[in-house]
């Protein structure tokens, strides 16, 4: 459990920092990848953790919904395996994207439990504009396109919340349970970007 949850809400601003500067970088190379891998796993992992940590994050930042583009997978092919998911393109209409939200908590289990995971840089094929993913369970039905600009938002907004005022109270078998825990104005409003 996370105890003091600065020094991870510090590091989410961290990375959506640098996540920033890859919207614009020129030269990719594997390390890039590994580094905007790495960076986005572990932002999800960490809003994860303080979403079960009690009283980490405000109930409105514990509320926000993450704007996504979904492409529901090919009626005549089947599912990825962990062969052919490297190529992925494959098994998903890319053409008949749907505009949707998932919840906070459901953007990490993609994220952390991805099968897919792959950039798409801009159209001038520099600069990333996002990520596409699905968790193996999900892979069955659809993929996931995540905005840069959404993530960047989104990791801002968790790492700038902050819990001000709580209610406690115990449960029926006398365990403690945040009833409401309040924060600041949560500044989250990202647009669902199409990557092509």
Same mark, same amino acid.
Not at 150 to 156: G, P
């Given at each position: 459990?996370?105890?003091?949850? %600065?020094?991870?809400?510090?590091?989410?601003?961290?990375?959506?920092?640098?996540?920033?500067?890859?919207?614009?970088?020129? +030269?990719?190379?594997?390390?890039?990848?590994?580094?905007?891998?790495?960076?986005?796993?572990?932002?999800?992992?960490?809003?994860?953790?303080?979403?079960?940590?009690?009283?980490?994050?405000?109930?409105? %930042?514990?509320?926000?919904?993450?704007?996504?583009?979904?492409?529901?997978?090919?009626?005549?092919?089947?599912?990825?395996?962990?062969?052919?998911?490297?190529?992925?393109?494959?098994?998903?209409?890319?053409?008949?994207?749907?505009?949707?939200?998932?919840?906070? +908590?459901?953007?990490?289990?993609?994220?952390?439990?991805?099968? %897919?995971?792959?950039?798409?840089?801009?159209?001038?094929?520099?600069?990333?504009?996002?990520?596409?993913?699905?968790?193996?369970?999900?892979?069955?039905?659809?993929?996931?396109?995540?905005? &840069?600009? &959404?993530?960047?938002?989104?990791?801002?907004?968790?790492?700038?919340?902050?819990?001000?005022?709580?209610?406690?109270? +115990?449960?029926?078998?006398?365990?403690?349970?945040?009833?409401?825990?309040?924060?600041?104005? %949560?500044?989250?409003?990202?647009?669902?970007?199409?990557?092509?």
């Amino acid at each position: 459990m996370i105890s003091d949850s %600065v020094p991870w809400k510090q590091e989410l601003i961290k990375v959506a920092a640098r996540l920033e500067k890859k919207t614009t970088q020129k +030269r990719w190379t594997e390390r890039s990848d590994f580094l905007v891998e790495r960076d986005i796993m572990i932002g999800a992992y960490t809003i994860r953790k303080l979403i079960e940590a009690p009283a980490k994050l405000s109930d409105p %930042v514990k509320q926000l919904h993450v704007p996504i583009l979904s492409f529901p997978l090919k009626a005549d092919t089947a599912p990825p395996d962990w062969w052919s998911a490297y190529r992925w393109w494959e098994h998903y209409s890319l053409e008949v994207p749907s505009k949707a939200q998932i919840n906070l +908590r459901t953007f990490c289990n993609h994220v952390v439990h991805s099968f %897919v995971f792959a950039f798409h840089l801009t159209d001038q094929g520099e600069g990333l504009a996002g990520v596409f993913l699905n968790s193996e369970f999900e892979s069955q039905k659809a993929l996931t396109f995540i905005g &840069t600009g &959404t993530l960047i938002e989104l990791f801002r907004a968790v790492g700038n919340d902050g819990v001000y005022s709580m209610q406690m109270s +115990r449960d029926k078998n006398g365990k403690m349970q945040v009833i409401k825990a309040e924060g600041p104005p %949560v500044a989250f409003s990202p647009a669902v970007q199409i990557p092509f």
